[in-house]
């Protein structure tokens, strides 16, 4: 089994300052790890994933995110906020294969200027 | 145009009528899913098929039901629709290989209201 938790429902920063989204897993297997983004009135969108190898991803608009095995966590983050980057964001977790895919319930980023 | 499309994009409806959301994807992948995304709750899976004979329940199935008409299609239908259904919805597809690493790839969603 497995399972994603995402710390803090929703987030406030100010432009300019640094964004961090929390997330914690757990699965009995090596994971494949992603974070997914939801802009208003949109489908989700991959925002970088880990698979194997280098522990720090980066992804798209300057976002990245870090494995870290030991602390089962897979932290999104961003030095500078823009306005832009005001959206939902998820956090998934998958075995591979033919399993399915575990979502996180979500983050709400507000970007105050 | 997008890879995956869903219809309708906003709809609702009353208590007790039928509704089908359908998808179609033009990416060739083989497996298809039904999402549900409720506000707090995250996504939740209602129904998956990794091929068109195969169709499976994922974790809130009851009073859902599906059909997969061909590889690029996959509906999804609501036989009497009740107000605790309102939500949106995403259809997603997933590559069918060897070391599948679970990514999807989702529709722009379809807003269901049921009053």
Redesign the interface.
Known sequence: AQSVTQLGSHVSVSEGALVLLRCNYSSSVPPYLFWYVQYPNQGLQLLLKYTTGATLVKGINGFEAEFKKSETSFHLTKPSAHMSDAAEYFCAVSPGGYQKVTFGIGTKLQVIP | DAD?TQTPRNRITKTGKRIMLECSQTKGHDRMYWYRQDP??????IY?S?DVKDINK?EISDGYSVSRQAQAKFSLSLESAIPNQTALY?C?TSEDRE???????????SRLTVL
């Open positions: 995956v707090g709750l995250g996504l939740r899976l998956y990794f994922g995403f997603a070391g599948n690493t679970g990514e999807l790839f989702f529709g722009e969603g």
